[in-house]
Structures are given as structure tokens and as C-alpha cells.
């Protein structure tokens, strides 16, 4: 990965220089995709009137199909750099996700990012009841009866089966089916 460090109208301490370079070296630990990276950081003394914001670090990471940018502001350069390389983490961590999740290069996801296949879901139980028609009124009362968060029933006025639900909110949904 190379990694190119400036600072604009000013000159960037050595350790500062060597902090940014060691930080954002881990990001191809997430992405291997970024060995042969081209990583740009601009750093900037801004003339702020909030303290907490005078340094102001640009990193743009570009290579390997992955763009990445994080732009971070902080009252001392090696804040600002961590800042930005806390971010520009979670962005390789997110990508390498969305890659791991497409399919793709499954060897290169990291063991923390990888899932246990799930097993297909299978059905554990099965009851069979008897369905007589009756009002919604009398729905509400039976689902209440019985301390259930759902109820179905055949809707008496409509003629077909139908689902009473407690909602979140309050209250109770109905729904009722319509085949095309």
C-alpha cells in the first residue's frame, strides 16, 4: 500500500507522518484488495474558532476497486489521524461485508466478519383447528380470551378467513386476503 502524507502549508512532524502511515497500513488486514493501494492524506491547520476543530485530516484510499474517504476534524493531529483511521475502518469492514454478502471471494473474509450458515428453517410444529364464523367483535374477545397476539377466524360479514392481530402501536389489525 503506498501511502503519501502532506500537509498543506505546513510541514507534518515525522511522527505524526509515521502514526498515520502505521494506522492506515492495518486497512488491507480488512481489505486485501488494498495492497496495492493509492492512499492520499492531507492534513491542514485551519484557522477555527472551535479548538476541538483546527486540524483537519483528508484521506482518500483508491485501488483494488475500492474507493474509500473519510475527512475528520480534531484539536491535535494524532486525534485527527485516529479519527480518520477509526473510520476508514468501519468503511473497509462494510465493504468487505457487502462483498463477503454477494458472493464474492469468500476466502478473504475475515474469521470476525464470517457467518454460521444457517439451516434451512423447517416447520416444527403443525396445528389443526376448527374454524366457525364469527364476528369481529366476537374475534376480539376470543383472541383476548385466549391471550394471544394473533387470531384466526372466518370473517363472517366477508365470508372468508381473516387475521386479527395486536398491533405495537394499540390497538388491532385485520387482515384479510384478496386472491387476483
Not at 439451516?119 to 385466549?146: G, Y
Not at 360479514?157 to 386472491?179: K, M, S, W
Amino acid at each position: 500500500m503506498d501511502i503519501t502524507v502532506r500537509g498543506q502549508h505546513f510541514e507534518v512532524p515525522d511522527n505524526v507522518a509515521e502514526r498515520a502511515r502505521r494506522k492506515l497500513g492495518k486497512l488491507s488486514h480488512y481489505l486485501p484488495l488494498l495492497h496495492d493501494a493509492v492512499v492520499e492524506v492531507d492534513i491542514a491547520h485551519e484557522k477555527a474558532k472551535d479548538p476541538d476543530k483546527r486540524f483537519v485530516i483528508r484521506v482518500t484510499v483508491d485501488g483494488g476497486g475500492v474507493h474509500l474517504r473519510a475527512v475528520e476534524r480534531a484539536a491535535t493531529l494524532e486525534t485527527a489521524v485516529d479519527q480518520a483511521a477509526r473510520v476508514l475502518t468501519g468503511q473497509s469492514r462494510k465493504h468487505k461485508q457487502r462483498l463477503y454478502e454477494r458472493g464474492r471471494s469468500p476466502a478473504d473474509v475475515p474469521p470476525l466478519l464470517s457467518r454460521p450458515k444457517r439451516a434451512k428453517p423447517k416447520v416444527t410444529r403443525e396445528k389443526r383447528f376448527d374454524v366457525k364464523p364469527m364476528t369481529l367483535n366476537e374475534a376480539v374477545e376470543e383472541m383476548e380470551a385466549l391471550g394471544h397476539e394473533f387470531f384466526v377466524f372466518h370473517h363472517a360479514a366477508e365470508d372468508q378467513v381473516a387475521v386479527l392481530y395486536r398491533r405495537h402501536a394499540g390497538g388491532y389489525g385485520l387482515i384479510i386476503p384478496e386472491l387476483p
